[in-house]
């Protein structure tokens, strides 16, 4: 039977810790669960030999597979409602009294399967309707997972998935492609970027956001690799600007963001 030693543990969180920024210290049995399977099927004899081999591969094919199996996406529709709801009652709003160009600047910087962000984007939908012709409302997804995005790219869903979400936006922004699954539209997916990117990297844009959505995911982190990022998203978002995080998550008082309220907070300076 594969046992996880404490050596190879310990690597594991290290290398994930220091290059991701994911805090797993607390995560072995999931480590150990979500690995046994890899390893087995790769035709490896114990951890130690497939943890030396990906950390290793200089391709970065199985670092990244690693990562992928590790991190975790847990996300669905509509999740922490209020959030959309602010997004439509205080953030369109602004956003439209205020960008003169109409270039609505919208990051979601842990995009996962897709559910956040084709969540903002029918809601961008709902609020302009016929107004937003001549508006710029791309949003940029990203994910560290290869994986999740390529799901959040295609934009297929069962109908258990779906739970949560009006009837009337389902009807208006999926279409039924067999007996079990959706997929969003062609108009709302083609709003949206995927890329990957890892949050532990510089961020590099050519305009600041006027929002930027990372939620449950800096409850991985250690308080000091969240509020460094948390820093470097008020860097990157434009005054006025928004910050939506996760309502587990919290945010350093010696942020210089404003809060708002829980879960939200703009950049007013």
Not at 33 to 58: K, M
Not at 184 to 199: A, G, Y
Request: some cysteine; hydrophobic content about 35%; overall charge neutral.
């Amino acid at each position: 039977m594969l046992k996880l030693t404490d050596d190879d543990f310990l690597r594991l969180v290290d290398f994930i810790k220091t290059n991701y920024g994911i805090n797993l210290e607390k995560k072995r049995v999931l480590i150990e669960g979500r690995l046994t399977g890899i390893v087995s099927s790769s035709g490896f004899d114990s951890f130690t030999d497939y943890i030396n081999y990906a950390l290793s591969d200089s391709s970065g094919k199985e670092t990244i597979r690693l990562v992928n199996k590790l991190t975790t996406n847990h996300t669905f529709f509509m999740r922490e409602p209020d959030h959309f709801k602010f997004l439509e009652s205080t953030v369109l709003p602004y956003i439209e009294s205020s960008v003169k160009d109409k270039d609505a600047r919208i990051w979601c910087a842990a995009s996962s399967t897709g559910q956040e962000p084709y969540t903002i984007a029918m809601t961008v939908d709902e609020y302009f309707g016929i107004r937003k012709a001549g508006w710029d409302t791309t949003i940029l997804a990203t994910d560290l997972d290869t994986d999740v995005l390529r799901t959040a790219k295609a934009g297929i869903y069962s109908k258990e998935m779906l739970e949560g979400l009006p009837d009337k936006w389902i009807d208006k922004y999926f279409r039924r492609i067999d007996s079990e699954n959706y997929q969003v539209i062609d108009r709302i997916r083609n709003e949206i970027v995927f890329k990957k990117f890892n949050l532990m990297d510089p961020i590099v844009c050519k305009k600041p956001f006027d929002l930027i959505s990372c939620r449950n995911v800096m409850i991985y982190f250690d308080t000091q690799t969240k509020n460094a990022l948390v820093e470097r998203f008020y860097d990157v978002t434009k005054k006025g600007g928004y910050l939506f995080i996760g309502h587990a998550e919290n945010v350093s008082r010696d942020t210089r963001y404003s809060y708002i309220k829980p879960a939200i907070y703009r950049r007013e300076k």
